[in-house]
Each structure stands twice: as C-alpha cells, then as structure tokens.
T-cell receptor
Framework: NAGVTQTPKFRVLKTGQSMTLLCAQD?????MYWYRQDPGMGLRLIHY???????AKGEVPDGYNVSRLKKQNFLLGLESAAPSQTSVYFC???????????FGDGTRLSIL | GQNIDQPTEMTATEGAIVQINCTYQ??????LFWYQQHAGEAPTFLSY??LDGLEEKGRFSSFLSRSKGYSYLLLKELQMKDSASYLC??????????WGAGTKLIIKP
C-alpha cells in the first residue's frame, strides 16, 4: 500500500547542477502535482498534470520542467539549480480535483 | 490577489479544546480543505467543507461560512500527538488549491 512515493528523500546540489525528482503513485490517479514548501509560506504549486501526457504551469514554474509520460509517474526537473530553489518538494495526487490530495513524504533539496 | 490567513502559532493544554481560524479571499470557491502536517512529514487530509455549516469527524470538527469567507477547525480532548501544523486550503474557481501558511499548534501537558 505504497500510495505516493518520492525519490530521492534528500539531496545536496551545487549551483548550476541539474537533477530530476521522481514521483510515483499506485492509486491510478489522473491528477498529479508538484509543490514546494518554504518556511513561513504556504505550499506553492510548481506544475501539475491532469492526465498522462499533459502538464501545466502552476504559481511558481520558472526554473523547473516536468513530464508525465506514464500515468503513474510525474517527474520534476531542475535545469540549472539555484540557491533560491533550496526547499522541501512535495508531490501529490488525486482522482478528482475536489477530492483530497495524497502527498508523498517529500524531498529535501539543498542548493549550495 | 488570493489570500488565506491563519494564525502563525497557537498553544493549548492537553485535554482542552482549541479552535484554529482561517479566513480567505479567493477568485471563486469550490471547497475548503484542512490538512494536518507533523514536523518533517507530509500533509495528511483532515476535512473538506463545500457547504455552510459544521462537519464533525471524531475529535475534529470543521465549520464553514462562505458569505464571511471564514472557516475554523475545532479540536477537542487535545492529545500530545495533536502537536502539528494545521493547513487551510481553498479550491478556487480554476480548481487550484490555494494554501495558507499553516498554524503551528503546541500542546502542553
């Protein structure tokens, strides 16, 4: 009963490096989301997907790219990491927009 | 702009009752969610309100007034394990969740 799984759980990068965060869900959900969570702020939506092969920009998409080639996977890429991207990243999924979102355990990312 | 306001921090005593308020101004409204988030963990769903009134679920209840742009989460018979952040989120007209910054609840014995 895995739910939403995020890998890796922790990562330290140097400025300018690139990396991909993986989110996998086993609930056959259509909707998937990537958020970032920073101290003193609410969760902010980076990108989301309403189904396999679709992606859309959220509130803070700059510096990130996403892909949803398979329904169960949603990848978040950082093209050229910057210290401002130091954050905790959460992936979430749901079967309908007005249903609760299920969250992964998060990826703690530090950019030096 | 869209805005969700919650108190930053609250303190309560084990066994007592606490009410966490949330006010919102959003472009449209398709429901309000409450989530619980323990430190270092993922948010977990507590309640969903789309119509005015009180929804009760065990020790937790959530109230909504759409005309006032206001909700509260009521926690009864507080336990130490209730120490966590409580996040209010509103589903706007585009079905995007707008999140408050969360209320950190500290429970003292």
């Amino acid at each position: 009963n895995a739910g939403v799984t995020q890998t890796p759980k922790f990562r330290v990068l140097k400025t300018g490096q690139s990396m991909t965060l993986l989110c996998a869900q086993d609930m056959n959900h259509e909707y998937m989301y990537w958020y970032r969570q920073d101290p003193g702020m609410g969760l902010r939506l980076i990108h989301y997907s309403v189904g396999e092969g679709t992606t859309a920009k959220g509130e803070v998409p700059d510096g990130y790219n996403v892909s949803r080639l398979k329904k169960q996977n949603f990848l978040l890429g950082l093209e050229s990491a910057a210290p401002s991207q130091t954050s905790v990243y959460f992936c979430a999924s749901t079967d309908r927009e007005n249903q609760p979102q299920h969250f992964g355990d998060g990826t703690r990312l530090s950019i030096l | 702009g869209q805005n969700i306001d919650q108190p930053t921090e609250m303190t309560a005593t084990e066994g007592a009752i606490v009410q966490i308020n949330c006010t919102y101004q959003t472009s449209g409204f398709n429901g309000l969610f409450w989530y619980q988030q323990h430190a270092g963990e993922a948010p977990t769903f507590l309640s969903y309100n789309v119509l005015d009134g009180l929804e009760e679920k065990g020790r937790f209840s959530s109230f909504l007034s759409r005309s006032k742009g206001y909700s509260y989460l009521l926690l009864k018979e507080l336990q130490m394990k209730d120490s966590a952040s409580y996040l209010c989120a509103v589903l706007d007209s585009n079905y995007q969740l707008i999140w408050g910054a969360g209320t950190k609840l500290i429970i003292k014995p």
